[in-house]
């Protein structure tokens, strides 16, 4: 993104924050795919290595372990807020705009 001192690109901004909210809205599909492999672990290691298998057992009956979903609330919590943050600084530049149109005299 392109900060030059003050200056924010708010297109730029807002296509990072995008991503963010893009790749936070696939957690769902992350989880489903991460309980999936850990079921695939834990069925190719049972009888072979049972300490192993109970680890993965623990994760799979006690998801918060893997607290995903807190993690994509966490996400989606600084999403809000920077693209708050964004609008703020587009309605400063705004009123600063509107109230010093003319006042300044260029060099």
């Not at 049972?46 to 994760?59: D, F, N, P, W």
């Not at 994509?72 to 530049?93: F, H, K, M, N, W």
């Amino acid at each position: 993104m392109a900060i030059d001192g003050w200056r924010i690109d708010p297109a730029t901004a807002r296509a990072a924050v995008a991503g963010a909210r893009t790749e936070a809205d696939g957690f769902g599909q992350l989880e489903v795919g991460l309980v999936e492999a850990l079921q695939t672990a834990s069925a190719a290691t049972a009888g072979k290595a049972t300490a192993t298998t109970a680890s993965l057992e623990r994760i799979l009956t006690d998801p918060f372990e893997l607290d995903l979903a807190a993690v994509a609330q966490r996400l989606s919590t600084a999403v809000a807020a920077t693209e708050a943050a964004i609008g703020a600084y587009e309605a400063g530049d705004e009123e600063m705009a509107a109230r010093n149109d003319g006042a300044v005299t260029p060099r």
